[in-house]
């Protein structure tokens, strides 16, 4: 079966940097768009950041812009979001999604990752 692999979650206290990864099983992520969301129960799915494996474009929501950096491995075709300078905020379960026509945050994309819970607190 097509499967995204998520790793890399856990609790840091603020300020600190985790770096979720999202690797795919059964299918190459080129020529695609994966998109990093995470949601806080009682609240909507927020799009976090997104990258194009076809041509490198990158979005980045404005409360990550300068702290997430998404990149990916075309060798371990798996996607990365680097968070850093984490804020109690950022408390949320991630989730990393593929959409193999390689529209950019991609509102219904093909397949889901399973989620990480990111937990920031003092």
């Known amino acids: 079966q097509l499967q995204l692999a998520q790793s890399g979650g856990g609790s840091v206290q603020p300020g600190g940097s985790l770096r979720l990864s999202c690797e795919g099983s059964?299918?190459?992520?080129?020529?695609?768009?994966v998109g990093w969301f995470r949601q806080v129960p009682g609240k909507d799915r927020e799009e976090v950041s997104c990258?194009?494996?076809?041509?490198?474009?990158?979005h980045h929501a404005n409360f990550v812009k300068g702290r997430f950096i998404v990149s990916w491995d075309k060798a371990k075709n798996t996607v990365y979001l680097q968070m850093n300078s984490l804020e109690p905020e950022d408390t949320a379960v991630y989730y990393c999604?593929?959409?193999?026509?390689?529209?950019?945050?991609?509102?219904?994309?093909?397949?889901w990752g399973q989620g990480t819970q990111v937990t920031v607190s003092t």
């Open positions: 059964g299918f190459t992520l080129d020529a695609s768009a």
């Open positions: 990258i194009s494996t076809h041509d490198g474009e990158i």
């Open positions: 999604a593929v959409d193999q026509g390689g529209r950019l945050c991609s509102p219904r994309p093909d397949y």
